[in-house]
């Protein structure tokens, strides 16, 4: 990576100590107390809130069905736990309080780990790297970093991208224009009508559009603003609802079930649980 803002690099170095998972979220006294997992199977359904805007994580496609990656990964753990799933679409920058409000029993569609995350959450362990990137129009002649220094730049309201970027003052300030946007779809479309000069993303999102229009979008080589990873968050202290579930996907990775659900969307296996770190 060609350049890194120091804000990135301090979440980076963060990033390794929370990646425990659901055992090391919450003190052994609080679990003692953890009924989330009785809770969701004596409903029968689990919820799951998402950005339904998001492909290929979760979005709608052209009969206004939810579907996606993370669609089809919670569809498959709700079936090996016996129960039912809802997803419910939530506004993202309100996803927090949409859980601590048991208005959805966890966070899945693209959920990056983040140390701030971790501290009001807890979170599986990743599931899939998912590193933030620069996106610009293939012809806009922006090929570096330095090259966005003047330049109108955007990433979606409350992502791990906008987060970083707005923490990061120094590299804030060298563009003419930091913008929050809804979406990721509408940032792009943004881009594409001159709205922006570059978008603030997730890898799978980009690769995702890079595909369906290929020469439109470029990916700035050699920077990563976070590496991130990709977990489903939960309630803090919910560690039995989290373990099933992870334990569920470590299964799915072991049978080659996530295997096969990654390569449908993208082609190759991109999921890492279970994996030795």
């Known amino acids: 990576m060609k350049k890194l803002s120091v804000i990135a690099l301090v979440l980076m170095l963060g990033l390794s100590t929370f990646l425990g998972g659901c055992s090391s979220s919450s003190s052994s006294s609080s679990s003692a107390n953890d009924d989330s997992l009785k809770y969701v199977m004596d409903k029968g359904e689990l919820i799951v809130g998402l950005d339904d805007a998001f492909p290929p994580m979760g979005f709608r496609d052209d009969d206004n069905n939810i579907v996606g990656f993370d669609i089809d990964l919670a569809k498959e753990v709700a079936k090996r736990m016996d129960i039912k799933v809802k997803f419910q679409p939530v506004n993202w920058q309100a996803k927090e309080q949409e859980l601590s409000s048991k208005n959805i029993d966890c966070i899945w569609n693209g959920f990056g780990i983040t140390p701030e995350r971790e501290k009001v959450l807890t979170i599986s362990e990743p599931y899939m790297a998912n590193p933030q990137i620069f996106v610009v129009l293939a012809d806009s002649?922006?090929?570096?970093?330095?090259?966005?220094?003047?330049?109108?730049?955007?990433?979606?309201?409350?992502?791990?991208?906008?987060?970083?970027?707005?923490?990061?003052?120094?590299?804030?300030?060298?563009?003419?224009?930091?913008?929050?946007?809804?979406?990721?779809v509408k940032a792009l479309m943004d881009l594409g009508v001159g709205g922006s000069d570059a978008v603030a993303m997730d890898?799978?999102?980009?690769?995702?559009?890079?595909?369906?229009?290929?020469?439109?979008?470029?990916?700035?080589?050699?920077?990563?603003?976070?590496?991130?990873?990709?977990?489903?968050?939960?309630?803090?202290?919910?560690?039995?609802?989290?373990?099933?579930?992870?334990?569920?996907?470590?299964?799915?990775?072991?049978?080659?079930?996530?295997?096969?659900?990654?390569?449908?969307?993208?082609?190759?296996?991109?999921?890492?649980?279970?994996?030795?770190?």
């Not at 570096?144 to 120094?170: F, P, R």
């Not at 079930?257 to 030795?276: N, R, Y």
Request: aromatic residues 8%; hydrophobic residues 30%.
């Open 203 to 277: 890898t799978v999102v980009a690769r995702y559009y890079m595909a369906k229009d290929p020469g439109k979008y470029s990916i700035i080589k050699d920077t990563t603003i976070l590496d991130e990873k990709m977990g489903v968050g939960f309630r803090k202290g919910d560690n039995t609802l989290c373990k099933k579930v992870e334990d569920t996907l470590k299964e799915m990775k072991k049978d080659g079930t996530l295997a096969k659900i990654s390569k449908e969307w993208f082609g190759e296996d991109l999921t890492i649980i279970g994996e030795d770190k």
């Open 141 to 184: 002649g922006i090929k570096t970093q330095d090259d966005l220094k003047g330049k109108v730049v955007a990433a979606q309201n409350g992502s791990t991208a906008y987060a970083t970027i707005d923490k990061d003052t120094e590299l804030k300030d060298s563009f003419k224009e930091f913008v929050g946007v809804e979406d990721n």
